[in-house]
T-cell receptor
Framework: SQKIEQNSEALNIQEGKTATLTCNYT??????LQWYRQDPGRGPVFLLL?????KEKRKERLKVTFDTTLKQSLFHITASQPADSATYLC????????????FGRGTSLIVHP | GAVVSQHPSWVICKSGTSVKIECRSL??????MFWYRQFPKQSLMLMAT?????????EQGVEKDKFLINHASLTLSTLTVTSAHPEDSSFYIC?????????????FGEGSRLTVL
């Protein structure tokens, strides 16, 4: 069955360092992948989209890579700040003709000052 | 970005009662809205796709008679949890796309925390 895996353990890093979050998937051939940020008790907020024919996307301090051979996406936040602390969700879509994204459970990032 | 408003943000009700949650697109028209359910530390689970002017499409395992969805206008979709029970307690979130782009980002409401006593 299709599976999206994000590390369930929280990632703790020091302010100023680069945070790297991983999204792995199996039995899936997505046409695109999205990353969202979710704060406690709030709805997710879109961050970045990357398509299957793209290797890397950047937006300010954010960088996303997409390796369809490894079936993996990496999400990087450079020069991390305590305000970046949140849960980050990856979402895959476009598999089997369905363009409604399917979400992973997210990884919690905690940036310590 | 586009704004999706959800109301109420939290609700507590007695077992057996029905609860209605509203989802509005404030500055755009949404022919399609999506309803998700999220348990603590779990992923967003798609419940149904709400289509303006037609019946909602429910995901497998979601009881359509229990979770009634109405999308009466291009800016409003409602989810009614009928005869709610404690196991229905969860965080319900709606979302919408601003355009017909299939890879377009989803704009989410603030979510509604339902607690059934």
């Amino acid at each position: 069955s299709q599976k999206i895996e994000q590390n369930s353990e929280a990632l703790n890093i020091q302010e100023g360092k680069t945070a790297t979050l991983t999204c792995n998937y199996t039995n899936y051939s997505p046409a695109y992948l999205q990353w969202y940020r979710q704060d406690p008790g709030r709805g997710p907020v879109f961050l970045l989209l990357i398509r299957e024919n793209e290797k890397e996307k950047r937006k300010e301090r954010l960088k996303v890579t997409f390796d369809t051979t490894l079936k993996q996406s990496l999400f990087h936040i450079t020069a991390s700040q305590p305000a970046d602390s949140a849960t980050y969700l990856c979402a895959l879509g476009g598999a089997g003709g369905s363009y409604i994204p399917t979400f992973g459970r997210g990884t919690s990032l905690i940036v310590h000052p | 970005g586009a704004v999706v408003s959800q109301h109420p943000s939290w609700v507590i009700c007695k077992s057996g009662t029905s609860v209605k949650i509203e989802c509005r697109s404030l500055d755009f028209q949404a022919t399609t809205m999506f309803w998700y359910r999220q348990f603590p530390k779990q992923s967003l689970m798609l419940m149904a796709t709400s289509n303006e002017g037609s019946k909602a499409t429910y995901e497998q395992g979601v009881e359509k008679d229990k979770f009634l969805i109405n999308h009466a206008s291009l800016t409003l979709s409602t989810l009614t949890v009928t005869s709610a029970h404690p196991e229905d307690s969860s965080f319900y979130i709606c979302s919408a796309r601003t355009s017909g782009r299939e890879t377009g980002e989803l704009f989410f409401g603030e979510g509604s925390r339902l607690t059934v006593l």
